[in-house]
């Protein structure tokens, strides 16, 4: 495996898309409730840069890697949240469902005017249990595909851990 590779740098006037990350990508976020000045049912833009990091398996279910790149999320108002994305879990189970979960850490901004925010932030993709073949992170859309049974964003704030929750939709990711 590859060692960790150096996060993707974020300037705040440049898209994610101009970073120097191995994989890009965007989606849209519907939120499933009100969150300071935006109401429930409005659409956010995503962008995701990332770099594949170092894998760990985590018990025989899950495989982790030590992945560095950002998240961001912007409302149509120009409010926005970043975070920086440290691992990607992959889990294949039988029991359950299986899953892709981006975690990010550090959230920051000012999305819905709300500027207080408690990590992670997550990005949670799932597919009928048996649904993956393989621990791999896929390479191009196509390859989350097998992961659209259901789709789930949420950011939580500090004083409450009111989580913002949403449907994620539109994932498109590109690896280089």
């Known amino acids: 495996m590859r060692p960790v590779l150096k996060a993707a740098l974020f300037v705040a ?16 976020v519907t939120t499933s409730a009100a969150h300071g000045s935006l109401p ?6 995503g962008e995701i840069a990332y770099d594949e990091g170092r894998s ?5 279910e ?3 890697y030590l992945s560095t790149g950002t998240l961001k999320v912007s409302a149509p108002d120009g409010t926005a949240i970043t975070a920086a994305l440290r691992v990607i879990h992959m889990t294949r189970t039988p029991w359950f469902a299986d899953w892709a979960s981006f975690d990010a ?18 990005l949670s993709l799932y597919a009928p249990r048996g649904s993956l073949a393989s621990f791999e992170l ?8 097998a992961l659209s049974d259901r789709r789930d964003f949420q950011v939580h704030t500090p004083d409450t ?3 913002l929750p949403g449907e994620i939709t539109s994932f498109e990711i590109d690896c280089g």
């Open 161 to 163: 851990m009111w989580t």
């Open 105 to 122: 850490k550090d959230v920051a901004g000012d999305l819905g005017s709300v500027t207080d925010y408690e990590d992670p932030l997550l």
């Open 138 to 145: 896929p390479r191009d859309t196509a390859g989350w595909e």
């Open 13 to 28: 006037a440049s898209p994610l898309a101009a970073t120097a990350a191995e994989c890009v990508g965007t989606f849209e």
């Open 56 to 60: 760990m398996r985590m018990g025989e």
């Open 62 to 64: 899950t495989v982790s």
């Open 40 to 45: 429930a049912g409005t659409v956010l833009a």
